[in-house]
């Protein structure tokens, strides 16, 4: 979001709630507890289609007109959501076209959520209609500072194939390839002899063998189910946008896959805000692959969210164990790991957070999906906590809005997030890398930005940072070939791995030789390539004598004019070859390597290239604590944040004044179990 043009001007927190769940002599007492906890905000509504829209064409809002009055009266601030997941019971009844489906075409039924799909007309004008509603009606209310537009768009089911998306996709393919020529050539349909001779034999995907669709319909799939979601989400955003005051903002919730997070936010919203529930970590369902990061992974998510809004917020923050009756998954934050969490959302970049849920429901299948209180309604200790959090944010209040600080970027772009969900070889290479560079980010106190590279992204933006990762951009265009080629002739660092531009926009392998575009750049020929066999030993290469695991897939690397050899493959049938290169282009310099990125090599590279550890002139910290950084007015703000159940010593290598606790801290100082403490630089 080049342009965020809503943010929040103080640290603020929130809670979800929803009126229509509890008695109504419940309220007032609910809104004086959270106001007196330091909740300023509450996100309603978003569910409520059923009671709005009893019957069609009937609707109700007193309810909603009570509980508004009270917020008026208290002072409480409102987001309020438009009501499009949940479709009531009359509406999918009596319009099952509405329906999302399996790929067998089999309907979703009524009885969950979000199983409706984007491209009904009928959905489309029934969702135009409860939204202007809703709008006209609440928009002129003084409590109300936003709006949230559906409810986690894309989250539960991120492929559509109703009737209605065949006829979309149908239309949406013809837009972009006018004659089936066209199409027939892009989709390389001579294969197979799976050439289109009439555009009614264009569908959705539907069950093929060994589940193997033609790949380049895939990708323009993904693009459509994006584009689909985007329009869908543009069409409430103009009715919210000719009913609702100025300076209210319009946002959505979540991120999910399938989609460009960055258009939708750029086209429809104000602010983006995302979903925070890292205890998933800790779930049943991670049994077996619990890592040493745990809940850190999700700095890797807020990396991606603040990629797309620099001064995000959180709507669901999460404060309590989380389950549904289907699914028993994560156990209850321990005490202090609710504050780590919300803390975390705030170090990454969030200037507003709001918790998952005020009080637990009592029924649904959610009644293991925790809150701040449990069903009985007294204060605990996850109310204490809020309050202490309430009372920490305020001590934060100067690092409002301030910028979150990164030693380098990861740079992506769509054309190959789509392409890696369909090209197992290209999801696993992309799999293994970005965990290696969050990993070693973490570990070495170094964090990083997300770049990803859109229509209009300035030359400017790339100059922001000294160095580039964009592991394998399998595809590649001359408009983004040539980007990074001025950002490296200015003097930037790129640095690639294998598998790199060796696919056009369709996802069709390009006849030059690898790595295709950016050769001109790296000074490097790929002539002979593999998939790293489990049949021999982990291949590695050396660098400077130290061993340098080389996973999954090595492209061997012949260097060309001018392309210095960094490292040398020292196993398989390649031993002696170049497995990591270095090229001078303009003032800036481009490297190659053959592989995807191992931890070993990510930490090799970013030493090679002096990122690593950039706050440690001033603190060393374990690897087992976070060390990030905001900045404003030229001042640094360091979070310390403690992700493990036992205290750990960090040490200051000058005086530091704590904005939580008031003291100059010097010297070892203990951070307890699950604590964060903040220092101003
Ligand atoms: C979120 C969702 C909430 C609630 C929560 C717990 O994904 O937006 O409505 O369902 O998860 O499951």
Known sequence: MSEQRFRFDSLTIGVCYYPEHWDESLWADDLRRML??????????????????????????????????????????VIFGTVSATPPAWLTHKYPEVLNANMEGVLYRHGMRRHYNYNSPVYQEKCAVITAKLAQHFGPHPSIIGWQIDNELNCEMDRFYSEADSVAFRAFVKEKYGTLDALNAAWGTVFWSQTYTDWA????????LQNSPNPHLMLDYNRFVSESCIRFCALQAGILRQHVAPGVFI????????????????????????????????????????????????????????????????????????????????????????QLWAMQSVAHGADFVSFFRWRTCTFGTEIYWHGLLDYDNRDNRRIAELREFAANLKKLA??????????????????????????????????????????????????YDMLYLQEGTTLDELLRYKALFMPHACIMTAARADLLERYVRRGGVLVIGCRSAYKDEHGRCVMTPQPGLLQKLTATDVRDFTFTTPAEETPYALFDGRRMETPLFNDVLTPLEGAKVLARFASSYYAGEAALTENAVGEGRVLHLGSAFSTDAVRLILDYLGLTEPMADVIAAPEDVELVARVKDGRRYVFALNYQSVPMTLTL?????????????????????????????
């Open 398 to 447: 100067p690092l409002c809005g301030a910028d979150s600080e990164a030693a380098f970027a990861v740079v992506k772009d769509y054309d190959n997030v789509f392409d890696a969900d369909l090209d197992t070889w290209h999801r696993h290479v992309d799999a293994q890398s970005d965990n290696a560079i969050f990993e070693v980010s973490q570990l070495t106190h170094t964090p």
């Open 201 to 208: 034999q264009i569908f959705v995907p539907r069950p093929t």
């Open 251 to 338: 946002t959505t919730n979540g991120m999910f896959s399938r989609l460009d997070n960055h258009r939708m936010a750029r086209e429809c919203l104000d602010i983006y805000t995302y979903d925070s529930y890292p205890n998933f970590a800790f779930g049943l369902n991670m049994a077996g692959r619990l890592d040493r990061l745990r809940d850190r992974w999700s700095g890797k998510k807020l990396t991606e969210v603040r990629s797309i809004c620099p001064h995000f917020g959180i709507m669901e923050q999460q404060s309590g164990a989380g389950s549904w009756t289907t699914r028993m998954e994560n156990p209850t934050p321990r005490p202090g790991q609710m």
């Open 653 to 681: 290598k000058r005086p530091l004044r704590s904005l939580l606790s008031g003291s100059t801290d010097e010297g070892c100082v203990a951070l307890p179990p699950y604590g964060v403490q903040v220092w101003a630089l």
């Open 36 to 77: 007196e906890d330091g909740v300023a905000v509450v996100r309603i509504g978003e569910f409520a289609w059923a009671y709005f829209e009893p019957e069609e064409g009937v609707f109700r809002f007193d309810l909603f007109d009570r509980f508004l009055a009270l917020c008026k009266e208290t002072g409480m601030k």
